[in-house]
């Protein structure tokens, strides 16, 4: 191999550093040949120095190095190194082209070591950069993209925007098809945002979540998003079947680096949380949402301990018969009653119950504390039906009837004093499951009503099969009463379907005479609100039912 070659060869395979190790090796193989030639010659056991500086150039250079410096050195303690310097007795050529062809393969097999352990070290450092199933860059290529985002220009016209996509039926896909239907869908949705934009970087952050980081115009955003929202919802195709996807996205739009890599996926993450619970395609993070995340783990984290240490409570609404004005039952809603935050708000922690385990806990401690008042007022002489709320999870979950039925058995109270009630959007989640269990409890004479109807639209097509005694009507049409034609037309085409299918129909958030009156007009059987009474505790119900009872017959007279 020529100088020529050989300057070619370690411009393309060496960085400056590189020549540092060059130029040492070098120096050695010249120290090597000084020790050799000032000691006597060849002959003597010195000359086996060189592979020293031979497997050094292996080790860094790999094999190609290791066989240049093995030529190189068997060269320099060849044809200009005698056997004896004395008698200045020269090498048989045989033997020092042997010892340089040794050297050479000294050099490669040093090589061929360096080379394999660098080639193990890069697909470590690909490894902990990749996910090995999509071949994606994953979390960790994302926290290194972020940071290397610091040493670019900041520009007043662009903006870095992170967004966080992920599968909302994924669930639904790897039932179905397995999970490799997920990681084909994020290999295909990979390439359709890569083709999109070549600058886009994407990311495999989790087993159901893509990342995309880009540098965006600020007025182009929108738009940009727009596009990635439309194309993430194309089908896939998994073994030539097109497969239909649906993605949530939440995203953060930053100019520049001020926080730890970390926190600008974490803002991104939380804000895809919220455009799950709200069901939206994308939100946009914003300086509440991690707050609001983290308070509401935080309540969530105390809300098991709550249940034992008694913070927890049940409060009563009475449910009225409309034609006569009698109580037909209560209503149990939860409550509780923080040592330190005060009162926390039934949305605040039932909704987030219900995203966690924790919903089968809180559905259990309403029933079991349901049926208690229930006896406790059979033992005063009330004979009081008790509703209460119940998760649509709850209805999925094996052993929930049964759970229902032993609590019932515990406290010997009958099935038809206790009615449970599900929310419209809720039956859908897995409606011949739900239908099966509700069929199990109406044998055992439970009650089971429709909560906040007319907030959903499917469960029309699956009314007639639902077992249920009762429908009650969502307060957002009835607080609109009489007045808004569109809400009274809602309500009275309500109230004319189920009594044809033999349902009752309850309206909620009945606030005055005026909607209570309308309401007796169209024949609604039941009515519930604060024209009665308010939620209350259990003592404070008896005594305004004691108190309800003296009433003259008028409503509009309490």
Same mark, same amino acid.
């Given at each position: 191999?020529?100088?020529?070659?050989?300057?070619?060869?370690?411009?393309?395979?060496?960085?400056?550093?590189?020549?540092?190790?060059?130029?040492?090796?070098?120096?050695?193989?010249?120290?090597?040949?000084?020790?050799?030639?000032?000691?006597?010659?060849?002959?003597?056991?010195?000359?086996?120095?060189?592979?020293?500086?031979?497997?050094?150039?292996?080790?860094?250079?790999?094999?190609?190095?290791?066989?240049?410096?093995?030529?190189?050195?068997?060269?320099?303690?060849?044809?200009?190194?005698?056997?004896?310097?004395?008698?200045?007795?020269?090498?048989?050529?045989?033997?020092?082209?042997?010892?340089?062809?040794?050297?050479?393969?000294?050099?490669?097999?040093?090589?061929?070591?360096?080379?394999?352990?660098?080639?193990?070290?890069?697909?470590?450092?690909?490894?902990?950069?990749?996910?090995?199933?999509?071949?994606?860059?994953?979390?960790?290529?994302?926290?290194?993209?972020?940071?290397?985002?610091?040493?670019?220009?900041?520009?007043?016209?662009?903006?870095?925007?992170?967004?966080?996509?992920? #599968?909302?039926?994924?669930? @639904? /896909? $790897?039932? &179905? *098809?397995?999970? !490799?239907?997920?990681?084909?869908?994020?290999?295909?949705?990979?390439?359709?945002?890569?083709?999109?934009?070549?600058?886009?970087?994407?990311?495999?952050?989790?087993?159901?979540?893509?990342?995309?980081?880009?540098?965006?115009?600020?007025?182009?955003?929108?738009?940009?998003?727009?596009?990635?929202?439309?194309?993430?919802?194309?089908?896939?195709?998994?073994?030539?079947?097109?497969?239909?996807?649906?993605?949530?996205?939440?995203?953060?739009?930053?100019?520049?680096?001020?926080?730890?890599?970390?926190?600008?996926?974490?803002?991104?993450?939380?804000?895809?949380?919220?455009?799950?619970?709200?069901?939206?395609?994308?939100?946009?993070?914003?300086?509440?949402?991690?707050?609001?995340?983290?308070?509401? #783990?935080?309540?969530?984290? @105390? /809300? $098991?301990? &709550? *249940?034992?240490? !008694?913070?927890?409570?049940?409060?009563?609404?009475?449910?009225?018969?409309?034609?006569?004005?009698?109580?037909?039952?209560?209503?149990?809603?939860?409550?509780?009653?923080?040592?330190?935050?005060?009162?926390?708000?039934?949305?605040?922690?039932?909704?987030?119950?219900?995203?966690?385990?924790?919903?089968?806990?809180?559905?259990?401690?309403?029933?079991?504390?349901?049926?208690?008042?229930?006896?406790?007022?059979?033992?005063?002489?009330?004979?009081?039906?008790?509703?209460?709320?119940?998760?649509?999870?709850?209805?999925?979950?094996?052993?929930?009837?049964?759970?229902?039925?032993?609590?019932?058995?515990?406290?010997?109270?009958?099935?038809?004093?206790?009615?449970?009630?599900?929310?419209?959007?809720? #039956?859908?989640?897995?409606? @011949?499951?739900?239908?099966?269990?509700?069929?199990?409890?109406?044998?055992?004479?439970?009650?089971?009503?429709?909560?906040?109807?007319?907030?959903?639209?499917?469960?029309?097509?699956?009314?007639?099969?639902?077992?249920?005694?009762?429908?009650?009507?969502?307060?957002?049409?009835?607080?609109?009463?009489?007045?808004?034609?569109?809400?009274?037309?809602?309500?009275?085409?309500?109230?004319?379907?189920?009594?044809?299918?033999?349902?009752?129909?309850?309206?909620?958030?009945?606030?005055?005479?005026?909607?209570?009156?309308?309401?007796?007009?169209?024949?609604?059987?039941?009515?519930?609100?604060?024209?009665?009474?308010?939620?209350?505790?259990?003592?404070?119900?008896?005594?305004?039912?004691?108190?309800?009872?003296?009433?003259?017959?008028?409503?509009?007279?309490?």
């Amino acid at each position: 191999m020529d100088t020529e070659r050989l300057l070619k060869y370690f411009d393309q395979n060496t960085d400056m550093k590189h020549w540092g190790v060059v130029l040492v090796i070098l120096i050695l193989m010249t120290g090597v040949y000084a020790l050799v030639y000032q000691t006597g010659g060849i002959k003597f056991v010195y000359s086996h120095s060189m592979y020293i500086p031979i497997l050094l150039s292996g080790l860094v250079f790999g094999s190609a190095g290791g066989i240049i410096f093995g030529l190189i050195g068997g060269i320099i303690l060849g044809p200009f190194m005698p056997i004896d310097v004395e008698t200045g007795e020269s090498q048989e050529s045989i033997n020092w082209l042997y010892r340089t062809g040794f050297f050479a393969l000294i050099g490669f097999f040093s090589g061929v070591a360096s080379d394999a352990a660098r080639s193990y070290v890069k697909k470590l450092q690909w490894i902990s950069f990749h996910d090995r199933s999509t071949g994606l860059p994953n979390r960790s290529a994302l926290i290194d993209a972020i940071k290397k985002l610091s040493l670019q220009k900041n520009s007043a016209d662009l903006s870095h925007l992170l967004i966080a996509v992920s #599968l909302e039926n994924k669930i @639904e /896909l $790897k039932a &179905a *098809l397995g999970f !490799g239907v997920i990681e084909e869908a994020f290999v295909q949705l990979a390439k359709r945002f890569t083709d999109q934009d070549k600058s886009n970087q994407i990311f495999y952050t989790d087993t159901a979540q893509l990342v995309i980081l880009t540098r965006i115009h600020h007025r182009k955003a929108e738009d940009f998003l727009h596009e990635i929202s439309n194309i993430s919802k194309e089908p896939i195709l998994y073994n030539d079947i097109p497969i239909h996807i649906d993605t949530r996205m939440g995203y953060v739009i930053f100019d520049r680096i001020s926080e730890e890599p970390e926190v600008y996926l974490r803002k991104a993450e939380a804000a895809l949380t919220v455009a799950y619970q709200q069901e939206l395609d994308s939100v946009p993070y914003t300086s509440d949402i991690l707050s609001c995340t983290k308070e509401n #783990l935080s309540i969530l984290g @105390e /809300l $098991k301990g &709550a *249940l034992s240490e !008694g913070q927890l409570s049940l409060y009563y609404q009475p449910k009225i018969v409309i034609a006569t004005g009698e109580v037909h039952g209560v209503e149990a809603l939860i409550r509780w009653h923080h040592p330190v935050r005060g009162e926390i708000l039934p949305d605040v922690f039932i909704s987030r119950a219900e995203q966690s385990t924790l919903i089968d806990l809180l559905t259990e401690f309403s029933l079991e504390q349901a049926i208690d008042q229930i006896k406790r007022w059979q033992e005063k002489g009330i004979s009081m039906p008790v509703s209460v709320n119940i998760s649509p999870k709850n209805l999925v979950k094996p052993g929930f009837s049964k759970m229902v039925l032993r609590h019932l058995n515990h406290y010997g109270i009958s099935s038809n004093m206790l009615e449970l009630e599900i929310t419209e959007r809720g #039956l859908m989640l897995d409606i @011949e499951r739900t239908i099966e269990e509700l069929n199990q409890l109406v044998g055992a004479q439970l009650i089971i009503s429709i909560d906040d109807f007319g907030t959903g639209y499917s469960s029309l097509q699956y009314l007639h099969r639902l077992p249920v005694s009762l429908i009650k009507i969502d307060q957002s049409f009835i607080l609109k009463l009489p007045n808004d034609k569109g809400a009274a037309n809602i309500v009275e085409a309500a109230v004319t379907l189920a009594h044809k299918m033999g349902i009752k129909v309850l309206a909620e958030g009945v606030e005055n005479q005026q909607i209570y009156d309308y309401l007796a007009k169209i024949g609604c059987d039941q009515a519930q609100g604060f024209l009665f009474s308010r939620p209350i505790p259990a003592e404070e119900f008896e005594r305004w039912w004691i108190a309800y009872k003296r009433r003259p017959t008028q409503v509009s007279s309490m």
